[in-house]
């Protein structure tokens, strides 16, 4: 799917596709208010089974096992020749190890032709960015399944996941209705001693926007998934700017 890229009258320095699932209604909004001047976002949505709520044994083999279409929407975006792709998809990427989530992005970035970001390479390069703080603690929409899954992941990248916090989400739409006020209390749930970072995973609850709050709040670094994958991307095609009302990441690196 290699194609040529442009420029055009709003996109004078770059043009970036965003892949979300169907019922993703966080991505676009944030990465929009992200955006900086002369770069333009291009949406494409894929579609995801909805994982069981009530049957945990189901909803881990749902986690294992289920594949959207995702390279359909990757094709529906690519005729207007983006820049970069930044995928809005959480907990497909963090399974397995570092080794496959790199496999996973090498694989995605030679069907597109242009750099594709995935979540969980983004959040492994902002913790980098930020110094590599190894003691962290994870903040999620999800269930005890999936959270064990993200745990794995972090481990197997030589971290010490100190704490995690599933916030149980009945269904993906409700992802995107936490309050600030419940997230601030998952993170609060998290300040435990010897924290030396938070991780956010989960791509419809809303964060980005709280990044400096939390951070003033609690004295750490948060590496958000949603940050951290616009922030790379922005990044890997040479875009320097600050990104100023989303923390440290954002803003210094």
């Not at 080794?99 to 983004?122: C, D, H, V």
């Not at 269930?143 to 030589?158: H, K, M, N, R, T």
């Amino acid at each position: 799917m290699s194609q040529n890229t442009s420029l055009d009258a709003l996109a004078t320095r770059a043009k970036i596709a965003v892949i979300v699932p169907a019922t993703n209604t966080i991505v676009q909004p944030e990465m929009e208010a992200m955006r900086p001047s002369g770069v333009t976002n291009h949406v494409s949505r894929m579609l995801l089974p909805v994982r069981p709520y009530d049957d945990m044994q189901a909803y881990r083999q749902a986690l294992e096992t289920e594949k959207g279409n995702l390279e359909e929407a990757l094709s529906l975006v690519l005729p207007c020749e983006p820049h970069a792709v930044a995928h809005g998809h959480s907990i497909h990427s963090f399974r397995g190890d570092r080794a496959r989530a790199l496999a996973e992005q090498n694989r995605l970035e030679a069907l597109a032709g242009i750099p594709f970001i995935t979540p969980s390479m983004a959040v492994l390069e902002g913790l980098k960015a930020i110094g590599d703080p190894k003691r962290i603690a994870v903040l999620t929409p999800y269930w005890p399944p999936a959270d064990a899954l993200i745990q794995e992941f972090f481990v197997s990248c030589g971290y010490d996941v100190v704490a995690n916090h599933g916030l149980k989400a009945k269904g993906p739409i409700s992802v995107a209705q936490f309050t600030p006020e419940q997230i601030i209390e998952g993170f609060k749930t998290l300040n435990a001693p010897g924290v030396e970072a938070f991780v956010h995973v989960g791509t419809n609850l809303p964060v980005s926007a709280l990044t400096p709050q939390i951070e003033a709040e609690f004295g750490k670094p948060l590496i958000g998934v949603n940050v951290a994958t616009y922030w790379l991307a922005l990044r890997r095609l040479g875009i320097q700017d600050p990104l100023p009302g989303f923390g440290v990441l954002a803003e210094k690196h």
